[in-house]
């Protein structure tokens, strides 16, 4: 290998990382709110002193919201699949395996190869991978993979749409009637 040659792996490999470098300080340092954060009065700063917490419980809540409305007004609901020791996803409607996301903000190689391996196992199992995301300011290599893995990728208001669309309940219509009703205290 010549000295060129290592010189443009090197440079490759710089600009590789500069770019998720770039990625996860926009996404560290990102201010904005979303409906579920505004229904609890949560704040970008309050988020901010805890992103990890603040994420997972969202998440958590996001999930649990998500699967009632499809329990309650989708006949074909059913619950999340298992295959082997492994939840691929929530829950699972028609043709639909629906996994429920507030944001995927991990690109590590772990993660990014569950979503490829998950979505392929699905579809094998005849179902379309599908998640619903509901915030906006994913990483984009995470949401590529996703893509590779063969999921279909609704995010922010397409995942509300499609929520509208299967169910026939606005979900976001009626978060945003909630707006503050539910304040944590500080």
């Known amino acids: 290998m ?14 590789r990382y500069q770019q998720s470098f770039s990625d996860k300080i926009y996404a560290e340092t ?27 419980e969202l998440g958590m809540c996001w999930q649990l919201i998500v699967t009632a409305i499809f329990r ?8 999340a699949l298992k295959l082997g020791d492994d939840e691929p ?14 944001r ?3 690109g590590d190689s772990g993660t990014l190869k569950k979503f490829k391996q998950y979505g392929h196992q699905l579809r094998e199992q005849g179902f379309e991978p599908t998640l619903l995301i509901l915030r906006t300011d994913n990483l984009p290599s995470a949401i590529t993979a996703c893509h590779a893995g063969t999921w279909q990728v609704y995010i922010g208001g397409e995942a509300f749409t499609f929520i509208k669309t299967h169910t026939q309940f ?3 219509a009626y978060l945003t009637q909630k707006v503050g009703d539910y304040k944590v205290d500080r």
């Not at 201010?31 to 997972?56: A, C």
């Open 2 to 15: 010549s000295q060129e040659d290592v010189n443009n792996q090197l440079e490759s490999i710089f600009k």
């Open 30 to 56: 990102n201010h904005d709110s979303d409906i579920l954060m505004s229904v609890f009065g949560i704040t970008p700063t309050i988020k901010q002193e805890n992103r990890q917490y603040w994420g997972r």
């Open 72 to 79: 309650h007004h989708h006949a074909g609901f059913g619950n």
């Open 89 to 102: 996803c929530d829950f699972v409607f028609d043709k639909f395996a629906v996994d429920t996301k507030y």
């Open 104 to 106: 995927i903000g991990s």
């Open 170 to 172: 606005d979900l976001l």
